[in-house]
């Protein structure tokens, strides 16, 4: 059965750090460009990453950019997503969804665009 679960999210003080994680059962992830996703109450859920196949091509969010990193590990099935310098702005619930495309595509389309969801991780940035 195909799965995404997303863990890593918390509650952190501004500027500070965390390091979430996408682990996928019932599929080989690396057949997946991967994004992460976002909704903070009351806002539409926007993307933030995403990731190609081959883990050489990433995008980003214009207001992540030079703050978050995502990467992958084919081998143990997983996708990161670094986030350093957090701000309260960046309190959502993060969520990670797998995406056909080809090897070096990236795209951070619409959510509809994107197949199988994970439950989300919360992030809560606040002093």
């Known amino acids: 059965q195909l799965q995404l679960v997303e863990s890593g999210g918390g509650l952190v003080q501004p500027g500070g750090s965390l390091r979430l994680s996408c682990v996928a059962s019932?599929?080989?992830?690396?057949?997946?460009?991967v994004g992460w996703f976002r909704q903070a109450p009351g806002k539409e859920r926007e993307g933030v990453s995403c990731?190609?196949?081959?883990?050489?091509?990433?995008k980003y969010k214009d207001s992540v950019e030079g703050r978050f990193t995502i990467s992958r590990d084919n081998a143990k099935n997983t996708v990161y997503l670094q986030m350093n310098s957090l701000k309260h702005e960046d309190t959502a619930r993060y969520y990670c969804?797998?995406?056909?495309?080809?090897?070096?595509?990236?795209?951070?389309?619409?959510?509809?665009?994107?197949?199988?969801w994970g439950q989300g991780t919360q992030v809560t940035v606040s002093s």
């Open positions: 990731i190609s196949r081959s883990g050489t091509f990433t």
């Open positions: 969804a797998t995406k056909i495309l080809n090897y070096y595509s990236v795209s951070l389309s619409q959510p509809a665009d994107f197949g199988s």
């Open positions: 019932g599929i080989n992830v690396g057949n997946y460009a």
